[in-house]
């Protein structure tokens, strides 16, 4: 049943997979590939789901794949799905943590990347410790998993 005050709708409706949707299971993933990010919302919360690559974002900038948005709990959840290339992936969800931060400033942001297969060095490079400290300070946090994530809304 829809909520007349409703604000499920920070970005326009055209670049959305779904808004004010309350599904139970959301899984982002690149066309042909096996590495997938899910999010299990056992709560039931009014999700959003945007595509960013192409969609939010549209210039020839770093972006990332994804936008979740959760409503009721207020978290917003920037997800990158990749090969091997952690610092690549760090760069495209920091830019598009820029570009769109001021659109969903009362969220908190969370930053996914999922990839086939990481290289341990790089997660002292600077570009990823300054993403985590980013993050950090936007009430969320950095997470990295090799092929598949599931986030658990309980």
């Known amino acids: 049943m829809a909520d007349n005050n409703c604000k499920c709708t920070p970005f326009n409706a055209n670049f959305d997979d779904f808004q004010h949707d309350q599904r ?13 990010y899910i999010y299990d919302n056992q709560s039931s919360d009014y999700l959003s789901k945007y595509r960013v690559d192409g969609g939010l974002i549209t210039d020839n900038g770093a972006k990332c794949d ?14 990158e799905i990749k090969g091997s290339d952690l610092i690549r992936a760090v760069e ?19 930053a996914r990347i999922v990839l086939t297969r990481v290289n341990t060095t790089d997660l ?20 990295k998993q090799n092929r598949e994530m599931t986030e658990v809304n309980p």
């Open 24 to 36: 139970s299971r959301v899984t982002c993933s690149d066309k042909g590939s096996s590495t997938k």
């Open 66 to 79: 994804y936008l979740l948005l959760n409503f009721n709990k207020l978290k917003s959840f920037f997800i």
């Open 92 to 110: 495209q969800i920091d830019r598009s943590i820029d570009v769109l931060k001021n659109s969903i400033s009362n969220f908190s942001v969370f």
């Open 124 to 143: 002292r490079d600077t570009k990823y410790l300054k993403l985590e400290k980013k993050v950090k300070s936007l009430n969320g946090d950095l997470q």
